[in-house]
């Protein structure tokens, strides 16, 4: 018979964890960049976050994945127009409205996937 051993606490590094908190890890606080984040830690941000959580959700500086996201273009394409830097909700406002013609390409092309993959899905489909 052998003795069960206690459960080991799963623990990521800061990276991952803003990354999964859907944060730019350099915005965060100190404490959360030099240390590790467990399992637990991270369900309780993320059922409760702080204020500095909150805060850097609603107004940045958001990862370039955020950005893309909110400029409805891949990750490529934003390197493609230039930005390679995290954005604040406002600096990510602020291309919206001034709509440079990378902007505009890179949403019609990202309009392009999507498009694709539904034709793909629905043929897909079809086939079974």
């Known amino acids: 018979m052998t003795a069960h051993k ?3 606490t799963q623990t990521m590094k800061p990276a991952t964890a803003a990354k999964k908190l859907g944060v730019y890890l350099e915005a965060t606080p100190a404490e959360f960049r030099e240390g590790v984040v ?4 991270l369900n309780a941000l993320q059922a409760d976050p702080p204020a500095w959580l909150v805060d850097l959700r609603r107004n940045g500086p958001h990862p370039r994945q955020v950005v893309a996201a909110k400029l409805g273009v891949s990750i490529s394409g934003l390197a493609r127009g230039g930005v390679t830097e995290a954005l ?3 600096q990510i406002e602020a291309l919206k409205e001034a ?3 990378w902007l505009r390409q890179e949403r019609a092309v990202q ?3 999507r498009k694709e993959a539904q034709r793909i899905k629905e043929k897909n489909e079809a086939k079974e």
């Open 38 to 41: 467990s399992r637990d830690e």
């Open 111 to 113: 309009a392009e996937v």
């Open 6 to 8: 206690p459960k080991a």
């Open 88 to 90: 604040t909700t406002e």
């Open 99 to 101: 709509g440079p013609d």
